[in-house]
């Protein structure tokens, strides 16, 4: 696999009869056009497809670093331990039913989501893969995530195993999972990192609730004239479909726009994407799978963690969020929290 920025441009180049300069531009104008959401390897990978080239896929790959890992990879194979281990669902795509589940997985270099579908799915539900354990992934493949990073699929061919040997270079589970810093949303500012709140849920917003991606990479997919198409990946036959939520928490101080992606919007309303879409289509109203759940996380206290950005069209902020730690904090937990904090705030002091 390639070790490098050059040695990726050095292929390309090679392949494409550009010269490097003439790539690195390419690489440079893609990032920029992407908002700079996706790292240079990334974008390199996009303008090689972009020019035709697919030698990512017949690189043989060894055992890699999970920050070595980008999208578009085939053969992949990583260990990692698990970090987070998300609860199973069920999908329904056409006439095809079944389940599916993630996990979160860290080694000294970064952390990477690996997407397990049917018959690996067992072992997550038999609880025999849990946070703390080593995993392997072997011949996985890659994609990009609704935020542009990578996550790694397992296929037909891919295999998910506990591994029960010491991986010493891999941190004990509690160096991936430092305390997040809590505030209160008065105090968020745009381009935060990181920061966890918590509030009431003030309002949920009846709109969509899904929108069309690539299934090929997962970038969003657009209809013009009857034909849907992705940037990176071209014309598509059809698209696949992704959850969104949006709702207001409100905290005391100050209230804020949150907005589920995927598996966060699933967890959220506790639901498919697939059985979402059964309902918006029997019931003829593609907002009924949140009306139907709206009175039900109303009022309810949340605790969420992400990051905030200016909204222009809004003219005020929005929180994204990346984890879903809670819609049922635990009052001892808390008061425990708070207390730690309090401790550590006297000591300043």
Known sequence: MFKSLDEMVHRIAEK???SKEEILERIKAKQI????????????????KELG????????????????IIPGMKNVDVVGRAVKVFPVREFQKEERKGKYASLIIADETGSIRVVVWSKDVEQIEKGEIIPGMIV?????????????EPEIH????????????????LPELEAFAPELERVYIAELKDGDEKKEIRGTILQIFESRPFFEVCPKCGKRAEEKSGVWACRACGQIERPDYRMVTSLIIDDGTDNIRAT??????????????????????????????????????????????????????????????????SLHPDPKAEAKRFLKQLEKKLAIE
């Open 16 to 18: 494409s009869k550009l």
């Open 33 to 48: 056009e992407l908002g700079q959401l996706i790292t240079p390897e990334g974008a390199a990978y996009i303008v090689a």
């Open 53 to 68: 080239l697919d030698f990512f896929a017949i690189v043989e790959t060894k055992e890699l670093k999970i920050k070595s």
């Open 136 to 148: 392997r992934v072997r011949s996985g493949y890659t994609k990009s995530s609704l935020q542009g």
């Open 154 to 169: 397992l296929g037909t061919r891919s295999k998910l195993m506990a591994d029960t040997s010491d991986v010493k270079t």
């Open 260 to 325: 589920f992606f995927g598996r966060l919007a699933e967890q959220l309303l506790g639901i498919s994407t697939g059985e979402a879409l059964k309902i918006s289509k029997e019931s003829g109203n593609e907002k009924k799978p949140i009306i139907d759940r709206k009175e039900n996380l109303l009022g309810k206290e949340i605790i969420v963690s992400g990051e905030t950005r200016f909204d222009t069209f809004s003219n005020r902020l929005n929180f994204r969020v990346r984890e879903l730690i």
